[in-house]
């Protein structure tokens, strides 16, 4: 079965707090709101503003995408929609794609949210998938998420200077990866 075929169908993943389910026009609300968090905005360095119809046409392509696997992160006990974890930019030949995550709101964060739903993430990209390389990027003022990768296995693998400019200042980001035969921390 080719990676695309895996990817469309992309399964819901559990961990013991999570649930990781197809993201979708249902989660429409969520996401749109989590789009006006100022503090999330800066941490991903994202400056555009959408409009709730641009998130409707964005959430209506992603079920059955065969080049990407958009997961929302729900807390099991409740129900509660905490963010996004993205898998894109797929590079079929080279069994590599790009990683991405956000919590939706800054109560979310600080748990382990975000780290427990990258394990799953990863863990399902290497073993069902067949991925051999997630690469990510992470803004040099952003130490937490660069921890949260960490806590994951992703390695800093290098960084581009200068990348961002936020505020009147420069930003770096430093790039990570994760190959499918590196230890996992324990
Ligand atoms: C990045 C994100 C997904 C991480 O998920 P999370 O569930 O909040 O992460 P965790 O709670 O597992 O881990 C955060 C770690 O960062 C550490 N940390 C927090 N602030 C820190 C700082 N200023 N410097 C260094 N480490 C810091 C915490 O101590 C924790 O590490 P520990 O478990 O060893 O104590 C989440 O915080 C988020 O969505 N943030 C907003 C959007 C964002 O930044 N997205 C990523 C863009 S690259």
Redesign the pocket.
């Known amino acids: 079965m080719t990676i695309e075929r895996r990817l469309r169908d992309q399964p819901t993943l559990r961990t013991p707090r999570l649930r990781l389910e197809q993201l979708g026009p249902e989660h429409l609300d969520d996401v749109h709101a989590a789009l006006g968090?100022s503090?999330?905005m800066r941490?991903?360095?994202t400056r555009a503003s959408f409009t709730a119809e641009q998130v409707r046409a964005h959430l209506d392509r992603l079920p059955g995408a065969d080049d990407r696997a958009d997961f929302a992160i729900i807390r099991a006990a409740d129900g509660v929609f905490l963010?996004e974890?993205v898998l894109n930019e797929l590079e079929a030949d080279d069994l590599a794609m790009n990683y991405?995550?956000?919590?939706?709101a800054?109560e979310?964060?600080?748990?382990?949210?975000?780290?427990?739903?990258?394990r799953a993430v990863v863990e399902w990209a290497f073993a069902a998938v067949g991925l051999h390389r997630i690469s990510?990027?992470?803004?040099s003022f952003?130490?937490?998420?660069?921890?949260?990768?960490e806590?994951i296995g992703f390695r800093v693998e290098g960084r581009a200077r200068h990348a961002l400019r936020w505020d009147d200042a420069w930003v770096d980001a430093i790039l990570m990866g994760l190959l499918s035969d590196d230890p996992l921390p324990d």
């Not at 979310?108 to 990258?118: I, L, M, P, S, V």
């Open positions: 968090d503090e999330a941490l991903t360095g963010g974890v991405r995550v956000a919590l939706a800054p979310h964060r600080g748990q382990g949210y975000g780290t427990e739903a990258g990510l990027e992470v803004y952003n130490p937490g998420a660069q921890r949260s990768y806590k």
